[in-house]
Structures are given as structure tokens and as C-alpha cells.
């Protein structure tokens, strides 16, 4: 499996991600730690639940992209490591 299209295709998956916890706390107030912040709770609590949140959710993500690049690179790939083009193709089921 060639290592620098796998890398690049992990960075693009988690690219979304990367992004909306950049922007967390900065542009944009997470609803939950809003919401928490409202009701009387220590902000510093709320953050910290909300960070945990993110942490999943990104570890979510990189699990399932991690998953997506590797079936596709097993499937379009045969032992050689050779690019089989043919296995994308549908099969004709009649």
C-alpha cells in the first residue's frame, strides 16, 4: 500500500475535524458548554467536558477515515501492491 497517498488521504478526511476544534471556543460557542454555562456551572467544568467531547468525536473520525483509506486501498490493491483498476468495476450479477 503506497505510503503518501494513504497519508494524504487520511489528512483530507480530517481536515473537518482539525478545523471545527480550531475554531471551537474561539468563533464559535459549542452548545453544550453554552448551554452548561447558562445553567450555573463552573465554566471551567463546562470546557472541560466540551473539550472531552471534541477529543471523542475527532478520535471518531480518524477511526472511520482510517477505516474508509484502508478497505480502499486493500480492495483496489492486490498482493504486488499493484493499482487493479478492474475491482472497481460493478459485477454483472446475471
Known sequence: ???HE???ALRTGLMPI???????GL????GMMT??????VDPVEAVKYQ????FLIAGGTGFGALTAVLAGAWRITDKRHRLRLDRLAAKNTR
Open 1 to 3: 500500500m503506497p505510503g
Open 6 to 8: 494513504t497519508a494524504g
Open 18 to 24: 482539525v478545523n471545527a476544534m480550531a475554531a471551537t
Open 27 to 30: 468563533v464559535a460557542l459549542p
Open 35 to 40: 448551554g452548561q454555562i447558562l445553567s450555573g
Open 51 to 54: 473539550t472531552l467531547i471534541m
